[in-house]
């Protein structure tokens, strides 16, 4: 990746962040901090990754993307915005009666999502069944699931993990965005479901672990699934949650709060910070 495409995409990345930040301000409510999180990620599956079509979202054979973490919709809404979904002038309704963006993904009222989602573990499980799907149909898509580390708690993760790597799914990559915090507090207090990497290796998948904001490791990462023949892949992403906002980075009071009026203003003072810099350089 040259540097021309490199700092495109961590403006794009940036405008993601802003595009939460705006959404779960206007909602009053929504889930900011692991949105920021994986914003990178967001960004590099939609802009580089994924052969996907915003002028044709049902296209059956475009790949498919099921955000398990389905609170974080306002970090994928951003970006099915920025890529040409919808008008981002719908980030302002979220979560209003009546709007088009509800508080989970909703497959049947958003263009650009493929599954529903929102009670942890399902939507995994919902991956691992278009990647079958896709193996039946002799169909060369491929299929990406974003977990969380905290959701990676659930059983039912681990079931379909086991029914992956069974049904040979080496068309399914799965991502977790390992920040490091949950609701209640750090995912290792909470639940302690470290070690990730050897969990999954154990469970027959491809494992590997990566900086989750550094675009060169995240293409890296991707490119090297594509390779991974006869077994489900999963990349590991350690992200700063709350990423580039000052007063939201690493504290876990912002996973599931909305920014007060001030909190608003600093919370875009710090990203268009962000966005200069980038275009200054």
């Not at 001030?262 to 350089?281: H, I, R, S, W």
Request: charged share 25%.
């Amino acid at each position: 990746m040259n540097k021309t495409e490199k700092k495109e995409l961590q403006k794009q990345a940036c405008k993601v962040r802003m595009g939460a930040i705006e959404g779960v301000y206007n909602a009053k409510s929504g889930h900011p901090g692991g949105s920021l999180s994986a914003a990178d990620l967001f960004t590099y599956l939609y802009f580089k990754e994924m052969k996907v079509d915003p002028k044709n979202p049902k296209d059956e054979n475009r790949d498919r993307f099921v955000l398990s973490k389905g609170h974080c919709a306002p970090g994928l809404y951003a970006i099915l915005a920025l890529r040409g979904y919808f008008p981002m002038d719908e980030m302002k309704k979220l979560r209003h009666i009546g709007a088009m963006l509800q508080g989970h993904p909703d497959m049947k009222g958003t263009p650009g999502i493929d599954m529903s989602t929102g009670s942890l573990g399902q939507g995994v499980s919902a991956a691992c069944g278009m990647a079958a799907a896709g193996k039946m149909d002799h169909k060369d898509y491929r299929v990406y699931s974003m977990l969380g580390d905290g959701e990676i708690e659930e059983g039912q993760v681990w079931e379909a993990a086991m029914f992956a790597a069974h049904q040979n799914l080496d068309n399914l990559c799965l991502v977790v965005d390992n920040n490091g915090l949950q609701i209640d507090g750090t995912v290792a207090e909470v639940g302690g479901p470290e070690p990730i990497d050897e969990k999954f290796r154990s469970f027959g998948f491809d494992v590997q672990v990566i900086d989750g904001h550094n675009f060169d490791e995240i293409e890296a990462a991707f490119n090297h699934a594509k390779t991974v023949k006869g077994q489900p892949s999963v990349i590991i992403a350690k992200t700063v949650k709350g990423k580039d906002v000052s007063y939201m980075e690493n504290q876990v009071g912002w996973h599931g709060t909305a920014p007060n009026a001030e909190q608003y203003e600093t919370a875009m003072q710090d990203l268009n910070k962000v966005l200069a810099g980038l275009e200054a350089e």
